[in-house]
């Protein structure tokens, strides 16, 4: 017997048999089983008188024939069933989001420079000091001041006496003008003088007010609360107002505040007073929330993105300047939604399509989605709560086709990135 070249052709002892042509392989294995059989039963009744046990020998082959024909029908007819992944519709909260980065700023800070050029004398304070306004931080060399002090009281003094004396000579004058005896030119000479030391009274006034400014101010106070994050300077060197010399840094870090850039297509997103989530790298599992206080109008024409503050208070100081901030900033919410994982959306099709498993069958459904915030994705027509969808080996099935599924829980990242609820 030889093997045949193509399905439909059987060759038996040198005879070429064509079969019909709409046999399957199942159905011509059968035929070559019923062949064998034939050939052996043949041979065996010529040795039966011989060899009683050989008698055995067909029925055992009739029984493997049998069975290799019924394994074989049962394989071609039975249909198949397709292993799949899935999830059931469930519901939770959504929400889609403007995500970007940026620095910890403190809502104030000043660098502590003197008024007046000196020597510092003492420093009250060093870094990590927490201080209080008002506090004195600096003390400049007061010495050379003091004198000037005393140098412009004497002048003033000395010009009030002047002044004393030319108001009494000018009465004087007035009353003999008034009899007769002098003249208006007399007159007008002495109250010139008279308001000459009026003035130098006012000039010497004002330099002694300055010079006890001078010496007010040699002594350097804290202009708000908050903490010395840096020295610059020690004392017994000059401290001069041009250039200015900056002698602490100080910041008040009560609150804090965060400039950061959005993009423009954004902007109708961003309002005043919308809350913000902050998560930090120092304090990974916290949150902390945030309100935009300051939204600039001008858009960056390279990088196309706008500036904004967010305002978060601080009052443990906990948030320290120069960290680094993640910000979440809300653009839509929806409450109790339907929700799916993105990825069973079947891609490439012009509408939005996933397998559903109905009956231990795949449905393809066609669906409606809302808010995305990924890997999560609302479901608003479609789909109802409980329902079964394809999360992983959809592409192998087609309509209807039988499946058995596995329901798996959605990941981590989905849950965590919409605070859901299974």
Known sequence: MVL?????????EGEIMKLPTKLNRTQIAQIYADKI??????????????????????????????????????????????????????????????????????????????????????????EGDKVEKGQPLVELEQEMLRIVVKEAKAYLKEARAQLKNLDSTLKRRQKLFEEGVVGAQSLDDITTERDLAKARVQRTRASLERAEQDLKDT???????????????????????????????????????????????????????KEVLIEMDAYPDEVFTGKITTVNPKVDPNSRTFKIKID??????????????????????????LLIPQRVIINGEAVKKVFAVENGRAVKKSITTGILNHPIIEVT??????????TEGFYSLKDGIKVKASLASLTQSEKRNNKMVE
């Open 37 to 126: 059989i034939f050939i052996y039963t043949k041979f065996l009744k010529s040795c039966v008188v011989t060899h009683p046990m050989i008698k055995l020998i067909p029925l055992c082959l009739l029984l493997i024939a049998a069975g290799c024909g019924s394994n074989g029908a049962k394989t071609a007819t039975e249909e198949p069933v397709i292993p799949v992944i899935a999830a059931k519709v469930i519901r939770g909260d959504i929400a889609s989001s403007i995500y970007t980065t940026g620095t910890i700023f403190p809502k104030q800070e000043s660098m502590i420079s003197p008024k007046t050029s000196g020597r510092i004398e003492k420093l009250y304070v060093d």
């Open 381 to 390: 027509e479609g789909l109802k709560e409980g329902d079964i969808v394809v």
């Open 4 to 12: 045949p070249e193509r399905d439909n052709i059987l060759v038996y």
């Open 219 to 273: 002594v350097i106070t804290a202009p708000f609360d908050g903490f010395i994050v840096e020295k610059m300077m020690n004392e017994g060197e000059m401290a001069t107002t041009m250039p200015p010399s900056n002698i602490f840094h100080l910041v008040d870090t009560r609150r804090v505040k965060i400039e950061c850039g959005i993009t423009e297509e954004k902007k109708r997103f961003i309002t005043m007073g």
């Open 312 to 337: 978060i208070p601080n009052p443990d100081f906990r948030l320290e300047s120069g960290m680094f901030a993640r910000i979440r900033i809300i653009e839509r919410e929806s409450k109790n939604a």
